[in-house]
């Protein structure tokens, strides 16, 4: 049998910061970043508000719920951008799907 792999996140999916990051707010930067060996990855507001709700706990939903509750007036927006930058964190490695 094969196995398809999922490509979204679905709405139940609980993502969690990779061990190899870690993620804080920078004072200097006067932003969330993303530490690493061999850098550092500042992150805009979206990203950061995103990111800090990566915690194992939350699920998508619970995140697109948080996140049109604090930035109201679109919700489809809100809701589509949490996707697509999920999707992208997920594939610079930076998040890692929880079990």
Same mark, same amino acid.
């Given at each position: 049998?094969?196995? $398809? !792999?999922?490509?979204?996140? #679905?709405?139940?999916?609980?993502? %969690? +910061? ?20 061999? %850098? =550092?990855? !500042?992150?805009?507001?979206?990203? %950061?508000? =995103? $990111? !800090?709700?990566?915690?194992g706990e939350h699920t998508v #939903?619970?995140?697109? =719920? ?12 809100v809701a589509d951008g949490v996707?697509?930058?999920?999707? +992208?964190?997920?594939? !610079?490695?930076? =998040?890692?799907?929880?079990?």
């Amino acid at each position: 049998m094969t196995e $398809i !792999k999922q490509n979204h996140p #679905a709405a139940t999916d609980r993502y %969690g +910061v990779n061990p190899m990051y870690l993620f804080r707010w920078e004072d200097t930067q006067n932003a969330y970043v993303l530490l690493y060996p061999e %850098g =550092i990855v !500042k992150l805009n507001q979206t990203a %950061g508000e =995103i $990111i !800090k709700r990566c915690d194992g706990e939350h699920t998508v #939903a619970d995140m697109v =719920i948080e996140l049109q509750q604090s930035f109201p007036g679109d919700d489809e927006r809100v809701a589509d951008g949490v996707y697509r930058f999920l999707e +992208v964190f997920r594939a !610079k490695g930076w =998040i890692r799907r929880q079990a």
